[in-house]
């Protein structure tokens, strides 16, 4: 099986401008969820969904949002970006109390 | 609320020796899954091992093992005849049965030594 797969893997913005970030889950997987990961913070937990749900949400700003799709492919959103949210956002699949990674979307903001 | 401790920022290790990682967690709840994720430098988050709380065995696989003593809330990593392919960061991360979402600790940067 393909694995979890995240779309695009860079991206630069702008302070003040907004960006979505993609994930494909692993095929037969319902559930995504979203990590940001700091050098400052370490890893923390966005949100998480389950058949276009989202049953959990981490301690973020409604800047943050994400929504996912009846065929389980997952996107989040980030408003008016500040430096701050430079991070690398890792999404997650899971099935059975395992969790499967992707690679990673790289965000730096400018 | 869930915690989750790594007390060794960095360790190092020569090639072929073991080494042990360490975790603790807190937890009031009695069902519950450890975890170990590696990320190398490539970034790519991945899933070393993984221990559900209501076994008594602890997991191997392969070259990894952990040690759960679930009385003292402690979850270790053992990496035996290391490879300078295990060179990464190590994450030790819980979550409860039925729960969406992963709580990670800080990390071990891990060096083996050619």
């Known amino acids: 099986k393909a694995g979890v797969t995240q779309t695009p893997r860079y991206l630069i913005k702008t302070r003040g401008q907004q960006v979505t970030l993609s994930c494909s889950p692993i095929s037969g997987h319902r559930s995504v969820s979203w990590y940001q990961q700091t050098p400052g913070q370490g890893l923390q937990f966005l949100f998480e969904?389950?058949?276009?749900?989202?049953?959990n949400k981490g301690n973020f700003p409604g800047r943050f949002s994400g929504r996912q799709f009846s065929n389980s492919r997952s996107e989040m959103n980030v408003s008016t970006l500040e430096l701050g949210d430079s991070a690398l956002y890792l999404c997650?699949?899971?099935?059975?109390?395992?969790?499967?990674f992707g690679p990673g979307t790289r965000l730096t903001v400018t | 609320a869930q915690t989750v401790t790594q007390s060794q920022p960095e360790m190092s290790v020569q090639e072929a020796e073991t080494v042990t990682l360490s975790c603790t967690y807190d937890?009031?709840?009695?069902?519950?899954?450890l975890f170990w994720y590696k990320q190398p430098p490539s970034r790519q988050m991945i899933l070393v091992i993984r221990q559900e709380a209501y076994k008594q065995q602890n997991a191997t696989e392969n070259r990894f093992s952990v040690n759960f003593q679930k009385a003292a809330k402690s979850f270790s990593l053992k990496i035996s005849d290391s490879q300078l392919g295990d060179t990464a960061m190590y994450f030790c991360?819980?979550?409860?049965?039925?729960?969406?979402?992963?709580?990670f600790g800080t990390g071990t940067r891990l060096t083996i030594i050619p």
């Open positions: 991360a819980f979550t409860h049965f039925g729960n969406e979402k992963l709580t």
């Open positions: 997650a699949s899971a099935l059975g109390g395992l969790w499967y």
């Open positions: 937890t009031s709840e009695n069902n519950y899954y």
């Open positions: 969904y389950f058949s276009e749900t989202q049953r």
